[in-house]
């Protein structure tokens, strides 16, 4: 091959790359400054994907009981990233555990409170309404009227069925010293 060709090739590579209009654009990605940018991005992809990972461990171990089902949740937003944080909103339980609990209290007090109601208050065992004295310990339930003969609560001072007084006259507070 002759010596010219080659200087030929040669300057014909070196105007066609100098006259190249995207050759700035090339030169950009080829920069510092765009690998500094690439890093930042990927750091605030991996920040962004460990941070819905964990808002989801900590929201999860707020409302989530059984352990495996934790871990679940917790691997959800740890492969999904943001889609993962997503998903677990949706299926997330409704109430906290904390609230969960304290409903299910506040339903056995009164359930309590109201089973109370039917027993006696000496012995605890099952009474009815109508009843004067407790069949199993004979503690006095309550009084009956002395106009009508009805039971009456130990609370009431008049008698709702025939209006008597129950406890007779009441006196004024400065008269009973």
């Not at 959800?76 to 906290?96: D, S, W």
């Not at 000496?122 to 069949?135: E, G, N, Q, S």
Request: charged content about 20%.
């Amino acid at each position: 091959m002759p010596h010219w060709t080659i200087a030929a090739a040669t300057t014909t590579t070196t105007t066609s790359s100098s006259s190249n209009p995207f050759n700035s654009v090339t030169d950009f990605f080829k920069s510092p400054t765009f690998q500094f940018v690439t890093y930042m991005g990927v750091f605030f992809v991996i920040a962004l994907w460990l941070a819905c990972a964990y808002w989801v461990f900590k929201d999860a171990r707020r409302r989530v009981e059984d352990p495996i089902i934790l871990v679940v949740c917790v691997l959800t937003g740890l492969v999904f990233g943001p889609l993962g944080l997503f998903i677990y909103t949706i299926v997330r339980p409704a109430e906290l555990i904390v609230d969960k609990r304290e409903r299910e209290m506040e339903m056995e007090m009164m359930a309590q409170r109201l089973g109370d109601a039917a027993r006696c208050s000496f012995c605890k065992t099952p009474v009815r309404d109508d009843y004067l004295v407790c069949p199993t310990c004979g503690h006095r339930l309550r009084s009956t009227c002395n106009s009508c003969g009805k039971p009456l609560e130990p609370s009431w001072r008049l008698c709702p069925y025939c209006e008597a007084d129950v406890l007779g006259p009441m006196t004024p507070a400065y008269d009973r010293a």
